[in-house]
Nanobody, 124 residues
């Protein structure tokens, strides 16, 4: 599967942004989808994950209550709605796909396919 992330940009703190990740290839609805981010000089970190049906979602404490992941299987797209953005949310955001349910879903090694990333900059 090939992934194309979009929707990044410059936004003021407190505002919202919605990222999209379009997938090509077959069986998108069978994949677990995730979002990660990488700030300059830091490791890539887990942001959100959604099950194939969209029923189950997971977030780290750093974004819980502010970010929401959802998906549209009919259109092969996964989204990340980001509200109440903060300057420390500034990073390149990546979408990723995993064919299997893994207990360590918060690790980059648990994903098989990656998009190219989209830059989100939050100004104070």
């Amino acid at each position: 599967v090939q992934l194309q992330a979009s929707g990044g940009g410059l936004v003021q703190a407190g505002n919202s942004l919605r990222l999209s990740c379009a997938a090509s290839g077959r069986a998108f609805s069978a994949y677990f989808m995730g979002w990660f981010r990488q700030a300059p000089g830091k490791e890539r970190e887990f942001v959100a994950r959604i099950s194939p049906s969209g029923t189950n979602t997971y977030y780290p404490d750093s974004v819980k209550g502010r970010f929401t992941i959802d998906r549209d299987n009919a259109n092969n797209t996964v989204y990340l709605q980001m509200n109440t953005l903060r300057p420390d949310d500034t990073a390149v955001y990546y979408c990723a796909a995993s064919r299997y349910a893994r207990v360590d879903y918060y690790l980059t090694r648990s994903y098989d396919y990656w998009g190219q990333g989209t830059l989100v900059t939050v100004s104070s």
